[in-house]
Protein backbone atom coordinates (compact mmCIF):
# COMPACT_ATOMS: atom_id res chain seq x y z
CA UNK A 1 0.00 0.00 0.00
CA UNK A 2 2.83 2.23 0.74
CA UNK A 3 4.44 1.56 -2.58
CA UNK A 4 1.14 2.53 -4.36
CA UNK A 5 0.82 5.85 -2.16
CA UNK A 6 4.07 6.72 -3.10
CA UNK A 7 4.05 5.79 -6.91
CA UNK A 8 1.02 7.45 -7.63
CA UNK A 9 2.52 10.59 -4.90
CA UNK A 10 5.30 10.33 -7.64
CA UNK A 11 3.55 9.75 -10.56
CA UNK A 12 1.43 12.76 -9.95
CA UNK A 13 4.58 14.61 -9.36
CA UNK A 14 5.72 14.18 -12.65
CA UNK A 15 2.58 14.86 -14.44
CA UNK A 16 1.89 18.61 -12.52
CA UNK A 17 5.92 19.41 -13.73
CA UNK A 18 4.54 19.54 -17.84
CA UNK A 19 0.90 21.64 -17.12
CA UNK A 20 0.82 24.85 -17.94
CA UNK A 21 -1.34 27.45 -18.02
CA UNK A 22 -2.98 28.43 -21.56
CA UNK A 23 -4.16 31.29 -19.56
CA UNK A 24 -2.25 34.87 -20.83
CA UNK A 25 -1.68 37.34 -18.09
CA UNK A 26 -3.36 40.22 -19.64
CA UNK A 27 -1.12 43.56 -20.28
CA UNK A 28 -1.29 46.53 -18.58
CA UNK A 29 -3.42 48.72 -20.47
CA UNK A 30 -1.46 51.92 -22.00
CA UNK A 31 -3.31 54.87 -20.78
CA UNK A 32 -4.48 57.35 -23.78
CA UNK A 33 -2.51 59.85 -25.32
CA UNK A 34 -3.56 62.97 -23.90
CA UNK A 35 -3.59 65.84 -26.67
CA UNK A 36 -1.45 68.44 -26.37
CA UNK A 37 -2.28 72.16 -25.90
CA UNK A 38 -1.83 74.19 -28.62
CA UNK A 39 -2.62 77.79 -29.66
CA UNK A 40 -5.08 77.10 -32.33
CA UNK A 41 -7.16 74.65 -30.87
CA UNK A 42 -7.06 75.65 -26.82
CA UNK A 43 -5.48 79.39 -26.16
CA UNK A 44 -6.69 81.43 -28.83
CA UNK A 45 -10.35 81.11 -28.02
CA UNK A 46 -9.14 81.40 -24.30
CA UNK A 47 -7.63 84.52 -25.31
CA UNK A 48 -10.38 85.61 -27.32
CA UNK A 49 -13.01 85.30 -24.83
CA UNK A 50 -10.75 86.08 -21.08
CA UNK A 51 -8.96 88.66 -22.37
CA UNK A 52 -11.38 90.86 -25.00
CA UNK A 53 -11.46 93.86 -25.59
CA UNK A 54 -8.33 95.01 -24.16
CA UNK A 55 -6.08 92.60 -25.65
CA UNK A 56 -7.32 92.29 -28.78
CA UNK A 57 -6.88 95.00 -31.88
CA UNK A 58 -8.02 97.48 -33.12
CA UNK A 59 -10.13 98.71 -29.32
CA UNK A 60 -7.71 96.86 -27.10
CA UNK A 61 -5.35 99.53 -25.77
CA UNK A 62 -3.09 96.89 -23.89
CA UNK A 63 -0.17 94.43 -25.12
CA UNK A 64 -1.87 92.73 -28.34
CA UNK A 65 -2.44 88.62 -27.73
CA UNK A 66 -4.10 88.53 -30.60
CA UNK A 67 -1.56 86.49 -32.79
CA UNK A 68 0.68 83.19 -31.87
CA UNK A 69 3.49 85.38 -31.85
CA UNK A 70 2.16 87.66 -29.20
CA UNK A 71 0.75 85.27 -26.90
CA UNK A 72 4.17 83.19 -27.03
CA UNK A 73 6.61 85.77 -26.69
CA UNK A 74 4.32 87.11 -23.60
CA UNK A 75 3.40 83.66 -22.08
CA UNK A 76 5.55 84.11 -18.79
CA UNK A 77 3.98 87.30 -18.31
CA UNK A 78 0.38 86.37 -18.80
CA UNK A 79 0.92 82.87 -16.52
CA UNK A 80 2.06 85.29 -13.96
CA UNK A 81 -0.68 87.87 -14.19
CA UNK A 82 -3.50 85.48 -14.03
CA UNK A 83 -2.54 83.66 -11.14
CA UNK A 84 -2.27 87.28 -9.42
CA UNK A 85 -5.37 87.35 -7.11
CA UNK A 86 -7.87 90.35 -7.47
CA UNK A 87 -6.72 93.46 -6.10
CA UNK A 88 -2.84 92.63 -6.63
CA UNK A 89 -1.00 94.93 -8.55
CA UNK A 90 -0.89 93.40 -11.98
CA UNK A 91 -3.98 91.21 -11.81
CA UNK A 92 -5.71 90.20 -14.94
CA UNK A 93 -7.85 89.84 -15.98
CA UNK A 94 -8.54 93.89 -14.82
CA UNK A 95 -12.08 94.65 -13.91
CA UNK A 96 -13.23 91.00 -14.45
CA UNK A 97 -13.31 88.16 -12.17
CA UNK A 98 -10.14 85.44 -11.44
CA UNK A 99 -9.83 82.89 -13.90
CA UNK A 100 -10.55 79.18 -12.67
CA UNK A 101 -7.87 77.03 -11.96
CA UNK A 102 -8.41 74.62 -15.02
CA UNK A 103 -7.62 77.90 -17.40
CA UNK A 104 -4.85 79.15 -15.64
CA UNK A 105 -3.71 75.22 -16.18
CA UNK A 106 -4.21 75.53 -20.27
CA UNK A 107 -1.91 78.04 -20.07
CA UNK A 108 0.20 76.46 -17.81
CA UNK A 109 0.38 73.24 -19.55
CA UNK A 110 0.60 74.98 -23.43
CA UNK A 111 3.57 76.31 -21.88
CA UNK A 112 4.84 73.02 -20.22
CA UNK A 113 3.89 71.08 -23.98
CA UNK A 114 6.54 73.35 -25.76
CA UNK A 115 4.24 76.86 -27.18
CA UNK A 116 2.80 74.77 -30.20
CA UNK A 117 0.76 76.36 -32.56
CA UNK A 118 -1.34 73.61 -34.55
Known amino acids: MK ?3 LSA ?3 TAIALQFCTSTKKVPATPTPPAVAK ?3 ETDIKPLIATKCSPCH ?3 DGRKEPLNS ?4 KAN ?3 TISRIKLNPGDRGF ?3 RKPKLSDSVIHVFEQWKTDGLLEK
Open 92 to 94: MPA
Open 37 to 39: VTY
Open 3 to 5: KML
Open 75 to 77: IDE
Open 68 to 71: YTAA
Open 56 to 58: IPP
Open 9 to 11: ALL
